[in-house]
């Protein structure tokens, strides 16, 4: 009967064995990178939804294929992805406007070629009293998302109701329930919370204020790889190919840069 009994165990482990494991990711900023070393290990911004799937990751793949060089997307939200580029476990990062890489202790470097500019604007819920200016701000509890330490600087002459947000899981909730009056975050960030609130009856406005270009951003180790990177993005948007990855998702073409 023993002998039957650990016949039995050596055959369920020998089936446990032959499975195939499942891709690991990376779940804090002290684990090691993949072992596929041949590609680089991009951070792709979770907290960005859509844009970052259907959007960033197939125009990333095409730069890289062009530039002669290989990409692996590795999901984290954004800010995490910061750290983890700064501490040299990821190789890049989807994209960083030049304000970011000043608070990255010059562990990172920007290709030099935008690759978007990104609307930075007002949205507010219909009905509020407001007329869409930095003016307008006055005496109104505005949410500011995190990284965008910049206008958050801006926006303290005209409000000192400013809270910072890590990301978009409840701003929908606290524009409803009237707890912020304006957000101030990217274009991507409106067509999300529209298409939530849109879905409860809720109409929101938004209004651009600021264009900020976006930049591709490296490990200061992968320096040498910037200008082919560069050459791969113009050539991509000389030739409209990079305007056929973009669904109008706040998203505007780059000009050339010398």
Known sequence: MLQIRSFFILCMLLVVA????????????????????????????????????????????????????????????SNRSMRQLMSGVLD???????????????????????????????????????DGTLKGLKGKSVGILSGMSTQRQQLAHYTDKITQLQNLNSVGDLLERGRIDVLISGGMAYFRLRDKLAAKGIQLHAKVFLQVPAYHALHVRHADKTKRLAAALKAMITNGEFAKFNPKLGLLPAAIEP
């Open 92 to 130: 890049a990062e989807m994209v960083r406007a030049p304000a970011a890489i000043v608070h990255m202790n010059k562990q990172a470097v920007l290709v030099p070629q935008a690759m978007v500019n990104v609307s930075i604007q007002f949205t507010w819920v219909d009905g509020l009293d407001f």
């Open 18 to 77: 032959s499975r195939p494991a499942f891709p690991q990711i990376p779940s804090s900023d002290t684990e090691t990178k993949a072992s596929n070393k041949a590609c680089l290990h991009v951070g792709i911004f979770s907290d960005f939804g859509k844009v970052a799937t259907s959007v960033a990751i197939p125009i990333l793949e095409r730069m890289y294929s062009l530039a002669g060089l290989c990409m692996k997307p590795v999901y984290m939200p």
